[in-house]
C-alpha cells in the first residue's frame, strides 16, 4: 500500500482482503482490491465460468421514502419509475439541464419507498443533487452502515439459493428480501458482468461473516476491480466517467432503451428537450459503439479513431483485452456517420496507425436469468 | 555468456557483441497476464533508455525500455502469436529481441544477478 493509504476509506470488508493478498489500489477514495492472487485474467475467466464474488461496498446506497418518491424522482431520470412495478429494478441515468449524464444508476421500487445504487465517484454529488430538489414531505437516507457485494457467474444463483431458498428462481432485474446468517438482507437479481447472478446488501457489521460462508462454497473466488472492468467491457456496459459524461447524453451514449415510451411523450427531467429531439430526429453528432481491433494489439482510453484519410473521427473511451472474447475489444465514440456497424476505422496506437471495425456490443452474450412465464 | 539487469526490470544476455533482451520474473509478474507486445522492428536503433517495446497486460500497458544502445538484429516472433510466454518462460521463451550493442560500457551501469535480487528485496 501507498504511503498515503490512510486517507483511503476502507469498506467493511477491507481486512478480509487484506487476509485474501488482495493487491490494494486507490478507487473513488476507498482502498480496493485491484485483483487477488489468481490474477485479472484467472479471476475473469472463473466468473464467467463459475461464481465470482466482488466488493462493491464503495458504492452509495441510498434510501427515499415518502409518499410519491417514484413521481419525484421522475423529474431528475429519464427512466420510467412510476410504472415501475413493487420489487422491480431499473437502470437510469441523472441527467443535467443540457442533456448531459451526471451518473447511471440502478433503482428498486420497494413495497414503501425507494433503494437505489450509484457510483462511488459521484455519490456525494448525486446525494447534494437530490437534496437541492427534495421537498419537504420526501427523506433521503444513505445507508452508509450497510456492505453491497456482487456475486455474478453461471452459478451464483445457485449458491445463492443455498442461503435464501428462491434466490435461484427470483426473474432478473427483481428485488426481495431475506436473511443471511440471520442478517437482513437486500437481494437483488443484477449485476454488471453480463452474467447471472445477484447484488446482495448486507449490514456491515455481517458483511465479513457472510462473504466468508460465500467464499468456502467451492465455486467462489474473490474477484476484483481488474476483472470487473474486463467482463463490463466485454459485456458493453458504461462505465461512468470515461464512456458516459456530462458529456455525453443518453442518446450519443447509445442508452435510449433506457428511457421508457411515456418519458419519451411527456418528457419533463432536467435536459428532456435536447434529449428528446435527440431521439425524435435521430440526428447526434457522435454515437457511442463498439470497436473491434482488426489485429491483436489493445487499444486503450484516449486512443484516437481516424478515418482512412488521417481525420480524427472519434475517441476511444475503454478499451482493453478481452478474456472470454479472446483479442482486443473496446467502446468508444465516433461522428455518427461511421457508426453503422461493420464500418472501416482506424485507431491511432502509439505510432501505428491499426485496422478496427465498428462492432455490435455485447462482444460477449449477456446470459441473464429469465423466468419462465 | 554474462546476464546483466536494469532498474527497469529487463534483463540482456550478452554473447559476443549481441545482447538477448527480456523482462524478469518479478516484472512479469507484477505485469501479470500479457496479452499483447509490441516488438521493435529488426534493422532499428535506439538508444539507451529509449521505449523499444510495450507489454500489454488485460490491465494496462507499459513501456519497455533499451537498457543499451544498439540495433535491432532480431525479434521473437513467437511472442506475436503467443505473449504469454513472458509469463511462462520471462527469461527463456519469452525473450524479445536482440541488440547490437554499440557501447559496451553501457553495460558497466547495469546490475549483476545478485545485485538485482538485492535490488528487488528492496522494492517489496
Not at chain 1, 465514440?333 to 462492432?359: D, H
Amino acid at each position: 500500500m501507498s504511503a498515503d493509504s490512510n486517507a483511503l476509506l476502507k469498506t467493511p470488508l477491507f481486512s478480509l482482503h487484506e487476509e485474501l493478498d488482495g493487491k490494494m489500489v486507490p478507487f473513488a477514495g476507498y482502498a480496493m482490491p485491484v485483483q487477488y492472487p489468481l490474477g485479472v485474467m484467472g479471476e475473469h475467466n472463473h466468473t464467467r465460468e463459475s461464481a465470482g464474488l466482488f466488493d462493491v461496498s464503495h458504492m452509495g446506497q441510498v434510501m427515499i421514502t415518502g409518499k410519491g418518491a417514484d413521481e419525484w424522482l421522475e423529474s431528475l431520470v429519464p427512466g420510467n419509475i412510476l410504472d415501475l412495478k413493487p420489487n422491480r429494478i431499473r437502470y437510469t441515468m441523472f441527467t443535467d439541464k443540457n442533456g448531459g449524464i451526471l451518473d447511471d444508476l440502478m433503482i428498486t421500487k420497494r413495497e414503501n419507498d425507494i433503494f437505489m445504487v450509484v457510483n462511488a465517484a459521484c455519490k456525494e454529488q448525486d446525494i447534494a443533487h437530490m437534496r437541492a430538489h427534495l421537498p419537504d414531505h420526501l427523506t433521503l437516507t444513505e445507508l452508509n452502515d450497510r456492505a453491497l457485494i456482487a456475486l455474478q457467474g453461471p452459478k451464483a444463483a445457485e449458491v445463492t439459493a443455498r442461503f435464501v431458498q428462491g434466490a435461484d428462481s427470483q426473474d432478473f432485474m427483481s428485488y426481495m428480501e431475506a436473511e443471511i446468517l440471520g442478517a437482513h438482507c437486500f437481494i437483488s437479481r443484477c449485476g454488471y458482468t453480463g452474467e447471472d447472478g445477484h447484488e446482495i446488501s448486507i449490514p456491515a457489521e455481517k458483511a465479513e461473516e457472510i462473504c466468508r460462508a460465500l467464499l468456502a462454497e467451492p465455486e467462489v473466488e474473490a474477484i476484483g476491480l481488474g476483472a470487473r472492468d474486463s467482463l463490463r467491457l466485454e459485456a458493453g456496459l458504461c462505465l461512468y466517467g470515461h464512456d458516459i459524461t456530462t458529456e455525453t447524453t443518453p442518446i450519443e451514449g447509445s442508452l435510449e432503451w433506457s428511457i421508457g415510451k411515456r418519458r419519451r411523450e411527456e418528457g419533463g427531467f432536467p435536459g428532456a428537450e435536447k434529449i428528446l429531439e435527440q431521439l425524435s430526429t435521430g440526428n447526434v453528432e457522435r454515437r457511442r459503439v463498439g470497436i473491434l481491433p482488426t489485429g491483436r494489439a489493445p487499444a486503450r482510453e484516449g486512443t484516437e479513431i481516424l478515418d482512412a484519410d488521417d481525420n480524427i473521427i472519434g475517441v476511444i473511451t475503454s478499451g482493453g483485452f478481452g478474456p472470454t472474447y479472446g483479442g482486443p475489444i473496446a467502446m468508444g465514440y465516433v461522428l455518427s456517420q461511421y457508426s453503422e456497424t461493420g464500418t472501416e476505422i482506424f485507431l491511432q496506437v502509439r505510432k501505428k496507425k491499426l485496422e478496427a471495425k465498428v462492432a455490435s456490443m455485447p462482444f460477449v452474450p449477456q446470459r441473464y436469468y429469465r423466468k419462465p412465464k | 555468456m554474462t546476464v546483466y539487469f536494469s532498474e527497469d526490470h529487463e534483463w540482456i544476455n550478452v554473447e559476443g557483441n549481441t545482447g538477448t533482451v527480456g523482462i524478469t520474473d518479478y516484472a512479469q509478474n507484477a505485469l501479470g497476464d500479457i496479452v499483447f507486445v509490441e516488438l521493435p522492428g529488426s534493422g532499428e536503433e535506439f538508444a539507451k533508455g529509449d521505449e523499444v517495446a510495450v507489454v500489454e497486460s488485460v490491465k494496462a500497458a507499459s513501456e519497455i525500455y533499451s537498457p543499451v544502445s544498439g540495433e535491432i538484429t532480431a525479434v521473437n516472433e513467437e511472442l506475436e502469436d503467443n505473449a504469454s510466454l513472458v509469463n511462462t518462460s520471462p527469461d527463456g521463451d519469452g525473450w524479445f529481441f536482440k541488440i547490437n550493442i554499440a557501447d559496451e560500457s553501457e553495460l558497466e551501469e547495469l546490475m549483476n544477478a545478485s545485485d538485482y535480487k538485492a535490488f528487488i528485496a528492496g522494492l517489496e
